[in-house]
């Protein structure tokens, strides 16, 4: 029905003239806009209450079918529930369930949605303002009656009292999914959650689509909860529908994999993909990335051996096997993965470096993609550069107390070197960065030379080292220092020749940061001695050097408390004694709690989640300069580093796992030689 055939059946109703049918249609959208507009609620006795929800951003296929998705804005739209009088009314002429209830344009299909409220349409004949008692006295009994307990907000649980459930941690199980067939899901955005006493909790972007919720009680037989999620979440959800094995099983039943020398050959001369978006060799490589992306993992290995393929994932620290696949499907998804990364498909004597990228999850990822050539076949390791996670802040990575001080001071001289030591997967790189963060300003000049650049960061000028044409560390470190950098981050001193080049930018009024590997905070000295640098000159030039290594975080949901044994305590004791006075003062361990990993579905049954550094923080003092110039040993430098209040990485672990951040089998793990 129209405005117009609307302003007509009012009229004839009340036996009064067209233009009096007009006028009350008018005053009602227009006192209906308004109290919407602010965020209230207004209900007419009998007849029904209108209400406004708001609809958050969200992507959704491009209804037309080219094959893209469409970004739609967050949007308020106009909603009206019938009254029980009136739907019983409604159900002799009409099916209720076809009044408005959908947001605008969520499926695919070519059905328009209805038109909400709208006051645009104009009068047929202009008639004179009416007051609020004209109004009443056009229509006696009628007026509307405000709801003002709802305040104008943003938050849809306010104005429609729907839950908002965050599924980011949630399981489902296989027996609720199966529930409700994949492609009703998929096509109405839509994943069941929970099944409790009849009563099926479906996560839905429009929670308020009557017309969906209707078909889930016939499809399901049960009552039906609806709650408001993201696309995202609810995608995440609905991935868990797909069954890696049976696409394995389609590869091996319905696909030919053995590619031949020929065809490798041939694929590499025309650089065609013959492979498409649909089949199997491509889904099951881009689950398991996908997979490995939302598992946090770090790395992918994907190893041959004799009859079978392992792939196996670095989670915070660990590397844990997830799939085992068949042998004959190896040389294809080496294959796929040798297209992404842009390699040569035929070259498999040889090891060969490369990167591509892939959307998860509305996000890009970066892979950094590398093979090597073992007995049974190409072994392959991507390492996973998300770079939705962007820069951590220091407290985040876990520096804090007496280093955190030490190590923002020196940060803020204008010239120096910050080193920071550690073996590899210690996480130096992120502790480079986190050090950035705090000294980025559209006032300096930021440059980094990096192999590979893993975290890219706009209001940097980052560079990609590449050895193969002569552009190293030292040769790239030549070119900066006349690109007027205010700050130089080097990814890595590894030889004598960039050694040199870092102190000399130290010494000429350019902050340095850098890592070496070494085992600790005072070994950074020796080894840079070790590379013919001067004493006098690493004295001169190094302001800081940090040693870290990354321990896991307890699971928070699911830690329990330990009992520590008389030998740990005797250890901890012992670590306690030698911390400065200002730290050994607010330690108390005879309350202490020290907790263990027991393992939940929200940390995957392993206990933990997630990972923190434990760190010593060395401040070049005139004591520790003096050392350094007399060529003393890294254990001299020790000693007098924590005779001036350093703690060092064991008892910066002890005070973590005293707090439950993490436990003390990972500490001991971490830090013991």
């Given amino acids: 029905m129209t405005v117009t055939e609307l302003k007509k059946l009012v009229a004839a109703k009340i036996n009064r003239p067209l233009a009096d049918g007009a006028k009350i249609v008018d005053a009602l959208v227009d006192a209906i806009s308004e109290s919407l507009s602010t965020g209230d609620q207004v209900t007419y006795s009998g007849f029904g209450t209108f209400f406004i929800v708001n609809y958050p951003a969200k992507s959704i296929l491009d209804p037309q079918g080219r094959g893209h998705k469409i ?10 529930r019938p009254s029980g009088q009136l739907r019983k009314k409604l159900e002799k002429v009409v099916q209720v369930e076809t009044v408005s209830q959908s947001a605008p344009v969520e499926s ?17 004949k202009a008639g004179p303002t009416l007051t609020e008692d004209n109004l009443n006295e056009l229509m006696p009994n009628k007026a509307p009656v405000v709801n003002k307990t ?34 009703i899901a998929q096509r109405y955005k839509l994943a069941p959650i929970e099944l409790d006493a009849g009563k099926l909790t479906v996560a839905m972007v429009d929670p308020q689509n009557i017309n969906t919720i209707e078909l889930l009680k016939k499809i399901t037989q049960l009552e039906i909860e609806p709650v408001l999620s993201t696309t995202d979440e609810i995608q995440a959800i609905l991935d868990q529908y797909s069954v890696l094995q049976d696409e394995l099983e389609d590869v091996i039943e319905h696909s030919d994999l053995g590619i ?16 498409t978006d649909d089949s199997p060799t491509v889904r099951i490589v881009y689950s398991l990335l996908k997979r490995a992306v939302r598992e946090r993992a770090s790395d992918v290995h994907i190893e041959p051996y004799e009859n079978e393929v392992f792939v196996r994932y670095r989670i915070d620290g660990i590397l ?9 499907i190896h040389a294809s998804i080496v294959a796929r993965l040798k297209i992404m990364a842009n390699l040569k498909i035929d070259e498999q004597r040889l090891p060969q470096d490369g990167r591509f990228q892939i959307k998860v999850d509305q996000g890009s990822v970066d892979f950094r993609f590398s093979t090597m050539p073992c007995v049974n076949g190409e ?9 939705s996670q962007g820069i951590l802040s220091l407290e985040e990575i876990g520096v804090e107390g007496h280093g955190f001080e030490i190590l923002s001071k020196n940060i803020k001289k204008s010239h120096g070197m910050t080193l920071v030591t550690g073996p590899t997967g210690s996480g130096k790189t992120t502790t480079l960065y986190a050090v950035l963060g705090r000294l980025m300003d559209v006032g300096v000049n930021i440059v980094t030379l990096e192999d590979p650049v893993e975290y890219r960061i706009q209001e940097i000028n980052q560079s990609q080292i590449n050895a193969d044409i002569g552009y190293t560390f030292a040769s790239s470190l030549r070119s900066v220092v006349r690109q007027d950098p205010d700050i130089i981050m080097l990814g890595e001193i590894r030889d004598k020749e960039t ?15 850098s890592t070496l590997h070494t085992n600790d905070a005072s070994g950074a000295i020796p080894r840079l001695i070790d590379m013919d640098i001067e004493p006098f000159l690493i004295a ?26 008389a030998l740990e305590i005797e250890e901890i004791k012992a670590e306690i004694e030698k911390m400065p006075k200002d730290v050994k003062k607010d330690v108390n361990l005879k309350d202490a709690t020290f907790f263990t990993p027991k393992g939940c579905d929200d940390c995957s049954k392993n206990g933990y989640k997630g990972r923190i550094g434990v760190f010593e923080v060395l401040d070049i003092s005139e004591n520790i300069k003096d050392l350094v110039i007399a060529r003393s040993t890294s254990g001299k430098i020790q000693e007098q580093a924590i005779a001036e209040g350093m703690l060092t990485m064991l008892q910066d672990g002890i005070l973590k796992a005293m707090k439950g951040v993490t436990s003390l089998e990972e500490v001991w793990r971490v830090t013991r030689e």
Avoid: W, Y
């Avoid at 695919?108 to 038109?115: M, W």
């Avoid at 870092?502 to 940061?513: E, P, R």
């Fill in 71 to 80: 970004i739609m804005l967050p949007t308020n739209v106009a909603k009206f």
């Fill in 108 to 124: 695919t299909s070519k059905e328009s949605a209805p038109e909400p409220i709208s006051a645009t349409e104009p009068p047929e």
């Fill in 150 to 183: 709802t305040a104008a907000s943003t938050d849809l649980k306010k104005v429609v009292n729907i839950q908002f459930r965050d599924l980011d941690s949630v399981k489902v199980e296989k027996e609720v999914l199966a529930l409700i067939p994949q492609n």
């Fill in 260 to 275: 031949s020398k020929k065809e490798l050959q041939q694929a590499e001369k025309e650089k065609v993909e013959e492979e």
């Fill in 320 to 328: 844990q096997k997830k799939v085992v696949l068949p042998k004959q």
């Fill in 379 to 387: 072994k392959i390791v991507l390492r996973i550069l998300d770079k």
């Fill in 499 to 513: 050694a040199e080049m870092a102190v000399h930018a130290a010494l000429t009024g350019h902050i340095v940061l």
């Fill in 540 to 565: 001169s030039s190094v302001n800081t050097v940090v040693g870290q290594r990354l321990t896991r975080k307890l699971c928070p949901k699911c830690k329990q408390a330990k009992k520590v044994s």
